[in-house]
C-alpha cells in the first residue's frame, strides 16, 4: 500500500506490522479516534492479542503520531508512528511481575482480564522493565474503521507473512479462512 499520511483521519482505520530493532514483532489497528487492537508475533509476550483496547491517539504534526494506553496488566505503552516513514519509536514499560511471569499474559486478554488483575495486585510491580526500541513497519493495509476481522484470532507463525503476502485478507479487507 503506497498511502501518504497527513491528518489524524488518513492514520484512523490503518493495520500495521511492524519489527522492533531488537526483533520483537507485532500487529496494531487503529480501530477508531479511541480503539485500538493488536497481536504480539515476537517477543517476551509473543501470542499474546488484544481487542478494543482505550487509547489515546494524536496526531503531533502532519504524519506523525502518538498513541498511549494503559493496560489492565499495569503495563503502560507509547508508540509514535512516522508511518510516512515507515517507522515508530515505542516504549513499553512493562510491571515486574509481567518481566518475571509473561507467560500469564500470552492470551486473548479480552477474556482474561480477570486474571490480569489478579496478577497485576498478586506479584511486584515495581521496578518497571522499560523497552525503549524504534522499529520498522513492514506492512501498511488500509482495513478501515472498526473493522472486527482485522485482529479476530490467535496469532500463529507465519501470521504476519500471510499478512503481508496477501494470503490473510480479502480484498475488502475481510479475512480470507474462517
Known amino acids: ?6 491528518t489524524l483521519d488518513d492514520f484512523l482505520g490503518t493495520h500495521f506490522i511492524y519489527t522492533y530493532d531488537n526483533g520483537w514483532e507485532y500487529e496494531w489497528y487503529a480501530k477508531n479516534d479511541h480503539t485500538v487492537d493488536y497481536r504480539i508475533h515476537g517477543g517476551m509476550v509473543a501470542g499474546r492479542w ?5 487509547a489515546d491517539i494524536v496526531m503531533l504534526t502532519e504524519g506523525v503520531y502518538k498513541i498511549t494506553w494503559t493496560e489492565p496488566t499495569g503495563t503502560d505503552v507509547a508508540l509514535d508512528f512516522m508511518p510516512n516513514e515507515n517507522k515508530l519509536h515505542g516504549t513499553i514499560f512493562f510491571p515486574k511481575w509481567v518481566e518475571e511471569h509473561p507467560e500469564i499474559t500470552v492470551t486473548f486478554q479480552n477474556e482474561h482480564i480477570d486474571v490480569m488483575e489478579e496478577a497485576r495486585e498478586k506479584y511486584e510491580t515495581y521496578p518497571k522493565l522499560v523497552v525503549p526500541e524504534f522499529a520498522s ?6 482495513a478501515g474503521l472498526n473493522n472486527e476481522d482485522v485482529i479476530s484470532q490467535a496469532p500463529y507463525n507465519g501470521m504476519p507473512d500471510d499478512i503481508r503476502e496477501g494470503r490473510y485478507f480479502d480484498e475488502n479487507y475481510q479475512r480470507k479462512n474462517r
Open 137 to 142: 513497519i513492514t506492512y501498511v493495509g488500509d
Open 50 to 54: 488484544v481487542k478494543d483496547q482505550e
Open 1 to 6: 500500500m503506497t498511502k501518504t499520511f497527513k
